[in-house]
């Protein structure tokens, strides 16, 4: 600092100031005041410091604040199984593994285990159902407060999401929710037989979150949903093979044939009666209804 004394101006000059080791914790907010005694003119100088939090290496290696724990793992996907190991775990306490749905925060699945830290092999073996891409391995030690790891083993198993389209027969809706958080774009499509899905018009729609609708869908086989993440497509099609939006049912019985026409939608159809002529693929119609 500078101070005119006696109309001379006093140069700046370094000063050093030692004190003892003050105990704080990771990512803590302290406030440093430092000024002279005894007190010239109600001069100090004062800031603030933020401590580290605990992303670095050597703070979660040595900090005990700061440790969490290495997972690793093994998957069985025949069983679903996931078989994981720890290590550089916090020494003396014991250890909790679960799996969970990442989202804004990591949603337990119901799998989960406590590992004593008597226990000389830190590993355990937990259940899933869908290898979904935001299942997770979380591991935190049995402390108040402790740090948590997580592991995501099927982060890039997108194809897993486009599951559980369902068809309301009464509403007439196609739905969809996603099982994980995506940024994608949904839509409908018509199959052709060249294998290519022709997209429709105006039924494009941003996914996130939130569940999907298509309403006034009329069921047909070749009818698909497509969704896009980036340059990745996948097809799938909820009708094909599984759905019948109608069909006819014919009944034989004292000379003549009974035609029910059943349909899981509302609508209008026309009926016609044709015949085929010898060796014609082609049938004529000769009476509508």
Request: proline share 6%.
């Amino acid at each position: 600092y500078s101070q005119k004394h006696r109309g001379k101006k006093l140069s700046r000059f370094p000063v050093t100031v030692e004190t003892d080791c003050t105990e704080v914790s990771p990512n803590q907010q302290l406030q440093v005041t430092v000024k002279t005694i005894p007190d010239y003119c109600n001069i100090s100088w004062t800031t603030t410091y933020l401590t580290p939090e605990c992303n670095s290496e050597d703070l979660r290696m040595n900090v005990p604040e700061c440790i969490t724990g290495r997972l690793s793992y093994v998957e069985n996907p025949e069983k679903k199984e996931l078989e994981i190991h720890v290590s550089d775990m916090l020494e003396g306490h014991d250890y909790h593994l679960r799996l969970c749905h990442k989202d804004f925060i990591c949603l337990g699945t119901g799998a989960k285990t406590l590992m004593h830290k008597e226990k000389s092999n830190k590993s355990a073996i937990l259940q899933y159902s869908r290898p979904l891409p935001c299942l997770c391995i979380e591991g935190w030690s049995a402390v108040m407060d402790a740090p948590r790891v997580q592991v995501c083993p099927f982060k890039d198993r997108l194809e897993e999401l486009w599951f559980k389209i369902t068809f309301d027969s009464v509403e007439e809706a196609l739905t969809w929710k996603p099982a994980c958080p995506i940024s994608a774009v949904a839509g409908l499509c018509e199959k052709r037989e060249d294998g290519n899905c022709m997209d429709l018009p105006d039924s494009l729609q941003n996914v996130s979150r939130e569940r999907l609708t298509f309403a006034k869908v009329d069921p047909h086989p070749d009818l698909c949903m497509k969704f896009s993440v980036g340059s990745q497509s996948w097809i799938r099609c909820p009708f094909a093979g599984t759905i019948k939006a109608w069909e006819v049912v014919v009944t034989r019985g004292q000379g003549q044939e009974d035609l029910q026409l059943q349909s899981m939608i509302t609508a209008t159809f026309s009926l016609g009666l044709c015949t085929k002529p010898g060796g014609s693929s082609k049938c004529q119609t000769t009476k509508t209804k």
